[in-house]
């Protein structure tokens, strides 16, 4: 009796499963599992003199890329992305908080049009800004104008114009989560440590960060991690002066032809990831804010 | 007395600060439209020589702009229908039944969401190179299918998360069997989280530039087209034409918004 | 009146849990019957299984004789008010009544004219378009049992419907289910761990408890007679006694206590020198100033808590044990402190199998083989 129902169990429930999670599950094995694995096995291979991926064992990606130059680059990395997420907090956290908090009805559409940019392609975005600051740009021509300088201000080629291409292009990363944070955020308890006897600064550290600090982190992450790996930015704006680890890694597949090379930069990207999700999750991050 | 003058103040300054972040988000958008009226004809097209709509009109006889336009639109519907598919199903899936292995393909929707793209751009190419898969259209679609389907399922998973299933019993208990079941209540009640996930889809897939620039073949898709014109100078009618885009998404959201609002009785 | 619903031998287990334990429980046609316990008592999975939303783990279950282990929910002639209602959001109420006909695909015209001749029944004219987070709980409440009605099961299953209404809605809503009951003369299986739901609404009880039903048998017959000490104590307040059968005569049996020794009402189940637990309701106890005859009790009043025009009297007997003893007011009473013999008729003391007892027969028996 039991064996029978049992097989019911089986007939009703198996395939449901299979029909709505197989494809799921098949998608993740072929375009997520298995790439990720090659890119793994490649980091340890060579190229031939034809620039093709020879499979046999090696190290020597690895130890290239202990190289100066390119310890260099990894400095250079983590710092534009660190002074990026900084800003991004920095700016994002008191205009989300007064978007979040509006009394006024044009509270969506001030939602709305941190969104809107977005429609607009971040290449050419990124290009509008390099045609802003161009040496013959429109900025340039304003301040010659004006007479406020003499000859044009190179404003493009440096660390700071690419800081401000990352903080340009993630910093609704950082403010949507925040607003979300910061929009749960219950009122009355707000009044009840004003109430309290609280200064606003005291409430601003005691109960709003504390409460919103899971915005906070979910931000970081999602400007941080991307940040590494936005080639495009310190292309147009930094002009080769800014490289980032996702340049070395952009250049070993699309014009220096070591792909396992490229391979084992990835690694590195991919293990920084998973270091600071970790932290991230330690600090009783959700994964789930990670993905809106 | 004091006190309301402070807080007259404090709200100044919060107007001042936010108009200056929203100048930043838009300025260099105001650059574009601007520059698409931009009468110059020399490259890098940067200095301003009067006001024209010529690259308007240009923009219709570049048919190699308006095909990579045309490959980025046939790209973001078709791998949004297919991740929203895809998605949906996996979503209810994942949240309904119990089976092995459920908690290693949780664990994986998140890797295309944290690890940067450019890993995922290589780790594409490598896999397709690798298979002997040609590169172009059809890579480019699985690539953005691959990218948006954890976007998609997390957007219905939240709305799955509020959900009674107990509707599904009632249903079922009403005559009704799964099939039936998941059109007539499953479906409907997730549409929000489902429109969301989709609308999620294809902004990404519009949007993409590094995984696509990896996979791409031959196909050139409108981003990567811009990309291509970067070193040489964007022309303004890659201006006009996102100016266009612009326009209309704007337009298409303003109208869908107050849809909604009449909509009101649907609300749940 | 025939058998409509047969469990025989039901049994569930989620992982080691073992729900729901050999369950055997006949309905009959047209009754009212409740399965009342406390939260965990197994009561919503015997439902369910019933309803098909979960499988047996072993054992059968009959509707009109039929085996339906293997049908799916929508197959059942069964139908289910649940416990949060679950109401489609978003359909009308219109829709979320007409969904059990659609599906049976009912021409239009008819599919309209049931849900307004229902809707009528259950007051909800003038609702049709309403969305169901457009109405009261009690609104919703009607919804779900017009909903389940419509399709004129021959059994209607109820999991807890009242639970998220207030009191007063509560009792209102009892009357009418009753009345739609009758009205209808459909089986209802109605799911509570209110009791005095239960003792107000149904035909009959099975009051469950742990995965096994303690008694099923008329409301009267569970407060009058329950079969198990559980069962006493859970509907009403009583008054036990663990004591032993020292002789019986003409259906009255002598039982000694810990305390002394009272007589009580019994039959042919019970031995001599057998275990057993006497149950007394407050309202069958009574005292005395002097020792009354066959009563070997005494206790010391401990206070008075007055209830309306009822005196519930605490006292205390030499081991510790409380008694409630229930009196009219405005009566005589003894000082607090003093010493009193209580003691009752025969007849209203329910002498009760004790389970424990059971067990030391049992392990005398294998020792004596």
């Known amino acids: 009796m039991a064996k029978r129902i049992s097989n019911h169990e089986f007939k009703s429930n198996t395939m449901p499963a299979i029909v709505t999670v197989g494809p799921v599950a098949i998608l993740s094995l072929f375009l997520v599992v298995a790439p990720l694995a090659l890119v793994a096995i490649m980091s340890f291979c060579q190229t031939d003199e034809f620039y093709n991926v020879v499979y046999k064992f090696t190290a020597i990606n690895y130890s290239k890329l202990l190289s100066p130059d390119y310890i260099k680059i990894y400095g250079q990395s983590l710092l534009i992305a660190l002074i990026t997420t900084v800003l991004c907090v920095l700016i994002g956290y008191p205009f989300a908080y007064v978007i979040a908090r509006t009394k006024s009805h044009k509270k969506k559409l001030f939602y709305m049009l941190v969104i809107i940019p977005f429609w607009t392609n971040s290449l050419i975005r990124i290009y509008g800004w390099r045609t802003f600051l161009g040496s013959s740009g429109w900025l340039n021509m304003l301040l010659l104008n004006l007479g406020l300088v003499d000859e044009p201000v190179e404003f493009l080629y440096k660390t700071g114009t690419t800081v401000l291409g990352m903080v340009y292009c993630f910093i609704p990363f950082m403010v949507l989560p925040l607003y979300t944070a910061i929009e749960k955020l219950d009122g009355s308890l707000l009044e009840a440590s004003s109430d309290l006897g609280a200064k606003p600064y005291k409430t601003l550290f005691e109960v709003i960060i504390p409460l919103t600090s899971g915005g906070i982190f979910s931000g970081c992450i999602m400007v941080f991690i991307p940040c590494l790996g936005y080639f495009f930015v310190s292309n147009i704006l930094g002009g080769g002066n800014t490289d980032m680890i996702g340049n070395l890694i952009e250049r070993q597949f699309k014009s220096a032809n070591n792909w396992p090379l490229g391979a084992a930069l990835s690694i590195i990207l991919i293990l920084v990831t998973l270091i600071l999700v970790k932290i991230y999750q330690n600090l009783g991050g959700d994964m789930d804010s990670l993905g809106v | 007395m004091k006190k309301a003058r402070k807080e007259k103040a404090n709200k100044r300054l919060s107007i001042v600060f936010c108009s200056m972040v929203y100048l930043f988000l838009f300025l260099p958008i105001f650059v574009v439209i601007a520059n698409s009226f931009n009468a110059t004809t020399s490259k890098p097209y940067l200095s301003w020589k009067g006001f024209t709509f010529d690259w308007y009109i240009k923009l219709w006889s570049n048919s190699a702009l308006l095909g990579s336009f045309g490959n980025t639109i046939f790209i973001a519907v078709a791998s949004t229908v297919l991740s929203t598919i895809i998605g949906t199903l996996g979503a209810v899936g994942i949240y309904r039944y119990k089976f092995k292995g459920k908690g290693i393909i949780n664990g994986l929707l998140y890797i295309p969401v944290v690890i940067p793209e450019i890993v995922i751009g290589i780790a594409l190419l490598t896999i397709f190179s690798n298979t002997n898969i040609p590169r172009g259209m059809l890579t480019l679609i699985l690539s953005h299918v691959s990218f948006s389907v954890p976007y998609v399922i997390f957007n219905v998973r939240a709305r799955l998360s509020g959900y009674d299933k107990s509707i599904e019993e009632a249903s079922m208990d009403l005559g009704a069997n799964r099939v039936v079941t998941f059109f007539e209540i499953t479906l409907p009640v997730l549409a929000p989280g489902i429109a969301g996930g989709a609308l999620l889809a294809f902004t990404l897939s519009i949007d993409d530039v590094i995984i696509s620039y990896f996979v791409n073949g031959q196909t050139k898709t409108y981003p990567l087209k811009v990309m291509e014109s970067i070193k040489s100078g964007v022309s303004p009618d890659v201006n006009a034409l996102s100016t266009l885009v612009l326009i209309g998404t704007i337009g298409l959201v303003f109208l869908t918004q107050s849809g909604i609002g009449s909509g009101k009785h649907k609300k749940i | ?369």
């Open chain 3, 1 to 369: 009146m025939g058998t409509i619903v047969e469990l025989s031998g039901v049994n569930k287990v989620y992982g080691t849990n073992h729900v729901v334990k050999d369950l055997n429980i006949t309905v009959n046609e047209g009754e009212f019957l409740t399965l009342l316990g406390s939260s965990g008592c197994g009561k919503t999975t015997t439902l369910r299984m019933i309803a098909g939303f979960e499988e047996p783990t072993s054992g059968s279950i009959k509707v009109e004789g039929e085996s339906i282990e293997e049908k799916e929910p929508f197959e059942r002639n069964v139908n289910t008010v649940f416990q949060t209602y679950a109401l489609f959001p978003h359909k009308t109420i219109f829709d979320n009544i007409a969904y059990g006909l659609k599906m049976k695909k009912v021409p239009k015209a008819e599919i309209k004219e049931r849900v307004l001749e229902m809707m009528d029944m259950v007051q909800l004219t003038g609702f049709e378009n309403r969305y169901p987070s457009q109405l009261s709980g009690g609104q919703k409440q009607r919804v779900a049992i017009a909903r389940a009605l419509i399709n004129r099961p021959r059994v209607l299953l109820l999991d807890e419907p009242l639970g998220a209404l207030d009191l007063k809605l509560r009792k209102q809503m009892q009357l009418e289910l009753k009345r739609l009951q009758k009205k209808l003369n459909i089986t209802f299986i109605y799911v509570t761990h209110d009791q005095e739901e239960a003792l107000t609404m149904s035909d009959r009880i099975a009051i469950m408890h742990d995965g096994v039903v303690d008694q099923l048998a008329s409301p009267t017959d569970i407060y009058e007679k329950p079969a198990t000490r559980f069962v006493a104590t859970f509907i009403g307040e009583t008054n036990t006694y663990d004591g032993c059968v020292t002789s019986m005569k003409d259906g009255i049996a002598n039982v000694t206590l810990e305390n002394g020794a009272v007589k009580v009402k019994c039959d042919d189940s019970f031995s001599i020198l057998e275990y057993a637990t006497i149950s007394v309701r407050p309202e069958k106890m009574r005292f005395d100033s002097k020792p009354h005859e066959g009563f070997e009790l005494v206790a010391v009043v401990k206070d008075y808590i007055y209830v309306g025009s009822i005196l519930k009297c605490i006292v205390s007997l030499p081991n510790g044990n409380e008694l409630k003893i229930e009196r009219l007011a405005g009566q005589d009473l003894p000082e607090i402190g003093s010493r009193i013999y209580p003691y009752w008729n025969p007849e209203d003391g329910v002498l009760i199998h004790n389970d424990s007892y059971k067990i030391f027969k049992a392990l005398d028996d294998i020792k004596l083989a």
